[in-house]
């Protein structure tokens, strides 16, 4: 059984910082990337930010210069420093896991986390 717990989401005003973070738990081995999507209402869910076992790094580019993506292989969990919030930032951010390889890969994903950017 693999866990996805998200954190960190909550109502902000446009300009201001939060940061997400997302632990994955349980019976999940050799993470290649784990990364960041959002929702937002009536909308299909997009990238925001991706992140490899070895740092390399995919950003939206609605979200470049403003987000920044980190992971700790060591702890299986993955932040996102969200800064100069845009009212167009509100959505719900869930956390993505790609782990294994050939049969074995899989993809996980969190419950989501609503984040509101008040203008």
């Known amino acids: 059984q693999v866990q996805l717990v998200e954190s960190g989401g909550g109502l902000v005003q446009a300009g201001r910082s939060l940061r997400l973070s997302c632990a994955a738990s349980?019976?999940?081995?050799?993470?290649?990337?784990m990364g960041w999507y959002r929702q937002a209402l009536g909308k299909e869910r997009e990238l925001v930010a991706v992140?490899?076992?070895?740092?390399?790094?995919n950003y939206a580019n609605s979200v470049k210069g403003r987000f920044t993506i980190s992971m700790d292989n060591a702890k299986n969990t993955v932040d996102l420093q969200m800064n100069s919030l845009k009212p167009e930032d509100t959505a719900v951010y869930y956390c993505?896991?790609?782990?294994?390889?050939?049969?074995?890969?899989?993809?996980?994903w969190g419950q989501g986390t609503q984040v509101t950017v008040s203008s």
């Open positions: 349980g019976n999940i081995f050799s993470i290649n990337v």
């Open positions: 993505n896991v790609f782990a294994g390889s050939g049969s074995s890969a899989r993809l996980y």
């Open positions: 992140i490899t076992s070895g740092g390399t790094t």
